[in-house]
T-cell receptor, first 118, second 111 residues
């Protein structure tokens, strides 16, 4: 069965420090991968998605970047954190686009990473 | 552009009372809609999707294209239904697949 792992679960970082959140998926190949940010009253905001290795699409201009160095690995990064980067970050995966067309299109989410920037 | 609107940030009902979580969408085409739920200290997870026409944990949702709505309903609320609920609308194109989420409604069931 497929599983998704996300770490660290909690992170407290000073303003101006770098960030690296990691997400890995097991039990599937060529998944679509996503980074969302969840904020109270603002819902789920899609930050980045990837349909393959090295292919990253950004939905919102951010102080953040994403990379996909391997098929089932998705990394969210920042060179210098801002206070406004604090939040709850969710990684998710879905089957690849070719299988979406067959109706298999559910997103499965990781447990999340809570980032506090001080 | 497609959009999902959940007009209520918070909904409080008494145990045993009916529940309706509202969701309206804006989409040109035939939509496929989902409800996701996040219980306290648990992962965000799929509750149901309209294409399956299923009832999960007593919840149902009917797609009303005329009113562009996909409201989530349950006839008798239970305490364990207290959670954050998100309505979501997928779209695919240019080799990608994404979900647009509403801002969510927090359901609180009062014992």
């Amino acid at each position: 069965s497929q599983t998704i792992h996300q770490w660290p679960a909690t992170l407290v970082q000073p303003v101006g420090s770098p960030l690296s959140l990691e997400c890995t998926v097991e039990g599937t190949s060529n998944p679509n991968l996503y980074w969302y940010r969840q904020a109270a009253g603002r819902g789920l905001q899609l930050l980045f998605y990837s349909v393959g290795i090295g292919q990253i699409s950004s939905e919102v201009p951010q102080n953040l970047s994403a990379s996909r160095p391997q098929d089932r690995q998705f990394i969210l990064s920042s060179k210098k954190l801002l206070l406004s980067d604090s939040g709850f970050y969710l990684c998710a995966w879905s089957v690849g686009f070719d299988r979406v067309l067959s109706g298999a299109n559910v997103l499965t989410f990781g447990a999340g990473s809570r980032l506090t920037v001080l | 552009a497609q959009r999902v609107t959940q007009p209520e940030k918070l909904l409080s009902v008494f145990k045993g009372a009916p529940v309706e979580l509202k969701c309206n969408y804006s989409y040109s085409g035939s939509p496929e809609l989902f409800w996701y739920v996040q219980y306290s200290r648990q992962r965000l997870q799929l509750l149901l999707r309209h294409i399956s026409r299923e009832s999960i944990k007593g919840f149902t949702a009917d797609l009303n294209k005329g009113e562009t709505s996909f409201h989530l309903k349950k006839p008798f609320a239970q305490e364990e239904d207290s959670a954050m609920y998100y309505c979501a609308l997928p779209y695919s194109g240019a080799g990608s697949y994404q979900l647009t989420f509403g801002k969510g409604t927090k359901l609180s069931v009062i014992p």
